[in-house]
């Protein structure tokens, strides 16, 4: 028996312009903070960088043909600002004729283009300016995303802000492990205000320009918390891990601004709240049409019996509580598969904010695949896949407004800090030959389409 989603369900697969396009100098392309942090020894494994990527900059055509020849109706990419703006501010028209030819050849295809305009890859002369810790930076991205509405807007109606905010303020200035790899909590909370300020005026600009149909997203990537124990100790370990991870992009853009036991929880950095000025928060509530909804994994929370001690939790600021390790099946990354955390995500984010609509903007699973003559058989990849997709139908069985799932993702690519070593593509990429081969995942992928169900 089928079990059926909803007509006009989305489905598509999912890319970001850094961990694909390679080709980093053409066209006039400025240096993005990847491209520093790359360069830069010790930083990402094996010393691998997105100069080549998937060659995706010169084969985005061979790769839209790969889309079409497995029915997927629709296709997220990012675009890259320092192809656009080399500098941050002023427009390469080379850089931005990239994207009208990708966009063009996705609409010849019948394939419907989901924008993203960014996907962590700030331009190198604005991180010299301060990076997203300097609040400059929210009026230059809405000047940006403009200038690409204005160039596109006739032709893309879906358009994602930013992704991942979370990853991009804390992971990028708190714990330093991605670009421009700073280690500043302080920092980091302030770039993550700005990045939704900037999200906020890009909201504003894209809506100003008008256009039919358009609709304006961000994505934010969540984590449930689950706890062995169920004591005060324990709830209150996890609600700061949950309200840092999960509320803090959240709330604010649903008009609620930070939680305020949260502000507690992070007062002792003493940045946050001053970096709120007023009209903030109007600025950040835009309506949104979407929200893109990224889960991976859940996270194990303990609380510690001295506030003070060491903690391996990555997120800035958080004190008295830790992180623990994943259990059961892994992905090679490490990542734990719980599907039915994915289930209860949007079940809560459904109850959380119930006039919003979901979409599923990435899930996936990376694997150590291999290809044996000609084929690649991902079966864990395949049981990922059916197990997740399964829970996300099981949500909307229980009332969950969810219009869509992309998958993460259509290629094996960069990624980040990992280098080329995980592979979460529905296609395999030769990294040396640029040779593409159709995974078992991908067939896998291509029926559940044609079905519209499982
Ligand atoms: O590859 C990343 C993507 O860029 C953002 N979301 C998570 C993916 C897997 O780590």
């Not at 300016?129 to 403009?146: E, S, T």
């Not at 893109?292 to 600021?317: F, K, M, Q």
């Not at 993702?409 to 990429?429: C, K, M, P």
Request: aromatic share 10%; net charge negative; with cysteine.
């Amino acid at each position: 028996m089928t079990r059926e989603f909803p007509a006009g369900f989305r489905w598509g697969t999912a890319t970001a312009a850094y961990q694909v396009e390679g080709s980093t100098t053409a066209d006039g392309r400025g240096p993005s903070i990847w491209d520093t942090f790359a360069a830069q020894p010790g930083r990402v494994l094996d010393g691998a960088t997105g100069e080549r990527a998937c060659e995706h900059y010169l084969r985005y055509a061979e790769d839209i043909g790969l889309l079409n020849e497995l029915g997927i109706p629709h296709y997220r990419f990012s675009v890259a600002w320092s192809r656009v703006m080399p500098d941050g501010r002023t427009i390469e028209p080379r850089g931005l004729a990239f994207y009208d030819r990708l966009v063009d050849k996705l609409l010849e295809r019948g394939i419907t283009p989901m924008l993203t305009l960014y996907h962590w890859d700030l331009p190198q002369a604005l991180q010299d300016a301060g990076g997203w810790p300097n609040r400059d930076l929210a009026g230059y991205f809405a000047d940006y995303a403009q200038t690409v509405h204005k160039a596109l807007g006739d032709r893309v109606r879906q358009w994602t802000t930013i992704n991942e905010p979370f990853c991009a303020a804390f992971i990028g200035y708190g714990n330093g492990d991605h670009a421009p790899g700073i280690q500043d909590e302080g920092a980091a909370l302030v770039a993550a205000h700005n990045l939704l300020l900037a999200h906020g005026h890009a909201t504003r600009a894209i809506r100003a320009n008008g256009g039919d149909g358009q609709e304006v997203s961000i994505v934010l990537n969540f984590s449930p918390v689950l706890t062995d124990v169920d004591d005060s100790a324990h709830r209150e370990a996890a609600r700061k891990f949950d309200f840092l991870h999960n509320r803090f992009f959240l709330d604010p853009l649903l008009g609620r601004g930070y939680p305020a036991a949260l502000l507690e929880d992070l007062a002792h950095l003493g940045t946050l709240e001053p970096a709120i000025a007023d009209g903030d928060l109007d600025l950040i509530a835009q309506p949104l049409d979407l929200l893109g909804v990224n889960y991976y994994a859940p996270t194990r929370a303990v609380p510690l019996d001295a506030p003070e001690a060491d903690s391996n939790c990555p997120l800035p600021g958080l004190r008295g509580m830790d992180v623990q390790p994943p259990r059961g099946d892994v992905t090679s990354f490490g990542w734990e598969q719980r599907p039915e955390s994915f289930t209860d995500l949007l079940l809560w984010l459904h109850e959380h904010c119930p006039e919003l609509p979901l979409v599923v903007a990435e899930n996936g699973a990376a694997f150590a695949d291999e290809v044996v003559d000609g084929r690649v058989h991902d079966e864990k990849r395949v049981r990922y896949f059916a197990e997740h997709i399964g829970a996300v139908h099981d949500a909307i069985e229980r009332g969950a407004d969810v219009r869509g799932y992309l998958a993460w993702s259509l290629l094996d690519n960069f990624e980040w800090a990992r280098g080329y070593t995980q592979r979460f593509g529905i296609v395999h990429v030769d990294f040396e030959t640029q040779e593409r081969v159709l995974k078992d995942s991908a067939r896998f992928f291509a029926d559940v389409v044609a079905r519209n169900g499982l």
